[in-house]
């Protein structure tokens, strides 16, 4: 999304240079709020823009290309392939990856994380009539819970703090959810932890917790967070922070002239918050980002 917006925003300001987006992803840039409300959804349906748009506006779009490293002396990219690419302006908006469980029985079958159009397919197919349990409650955790309640057989969640989105929109709101969830028979075990993943020929049969409850699951989703896609940015001058995200003044600047960082990937000032630095994993946030790092790009 920050990407995208960049791009827009540099074709709508005039800018008449050369454009390459590149994503290891096989697919164009697509709304992935969606993947957790319409699981079953046709990869199609959710492009925020089609081929025509980037043919028309000539900006080159690479898929399935990896990044691998950046030499901001040389203002190159190397890409998984062997490729190397010469930049002028550089925006590195590569975002971040579901955190997985660090417990035994992460590798068996049908334990699943929620990141592309065909994990969302994948799990709709994997949990309908059957024993769900969903560990995590922040958004992905609820949107699919809610999403499932009349497919699954039973939807058990599982989450560490008291209540839902307890971090993120405060107790009041998390009450709400957990009650509105309940009455459709969604079950909860709040400020407890997966300690197991127990499997049957290699498929899931049953999820351990801290508290000693067992419960049946013939599908774990696992939404617990997430990791910053930024190796391959290690042994280059950009600066990160103690978590791996990407550093960067109110310009979407990292410490690097002409690298700039948007979306998921950046810690930057929050003006509400008297500039103190965040991360906010969210959808129109990257897309401001994108903006503002396409304006400065043009010096505006």
Excluded at 83 to 95: A, F, M
Excluded at 156 to 184: A, C, D, F, R
């Amino acid at each position: 999304a920050a990407s995208l917006i960049c791009a827009e925003t540099l074709r709508q300001e005039n800018f008449g240079g050369r454009i390459i987006m590149i994503t290891r992803d096989d697919l164009l840039p697509y709304d992935k709020t969606r993947l957790s409300k319409v699981m079953n959804v046709e990869s199609d349906s959710i492009l925020l823009r089609r081929m025509e748009f980037f043919h028309q506006h000539d900006i080159e779009v690479w898929l399935r290309k990896e990044a691998v490293s950046v030499d901001t002396d040389k203002k190159t990219v190397t890409f998984d392939d062997g490729s190397v690419q010469s930049y002028d302006q550089l925006l590195i908006s590569t975002g971040c990856r579901a955190k997985g469980l660090d417990v035994p029985g992460m590798k068996l079958d049908n334990v699943r994380m929620l990141e592309t159009p065909e994990d969302a397919r994948q799990i709709h197919t994997a949990c309908l009539g059957c024993n769900v349990v969903l560990v995590g409650t922040s958004f992905v955790g609820m949107e699919v819970a809610s999403y499932l309640i009349d497919k699954a057989s039973s939807i058990t969640v599982i989450g560490s703090s008291e209540l839902p989105y307890q971090n993120t929109l405060g107790k009041e709101i998390g009450k709400v959810t957990m009650t509105m969830l309940s009455e459709k028979n969604v079950r909860f075990y709040m400020n407890d932890n997966v300690t197991e993943v127990r499997g049957v020929d290699g498929k899931v049969k049953e999820v351990v917790l801290k508290s000693g409850k067992v419960i049946p699951a013939d599908v774990l989703i696992v939404g617990i967070g997430i990791k910053p896609n930024s190796e391959f940015l290690r042994g280059s001058k950009i600066q990160m922070d103690s978590k791996n995200f990407v550093t960067v003044d109110k310009y979407m600047r990292t410490n690097v002239p002409s690298v700039f960082c948007g979306g998921d990937l950046a810690t930057f000032p929050l003006a509400m918050a008297r500039n103190q630095l965040v991360n906010i994993g969210h959808w129109q946030m990257a897309q401001a980002h994108g903006r503002i790092a396409a304006l400065n790009m043009l010096d505006k």
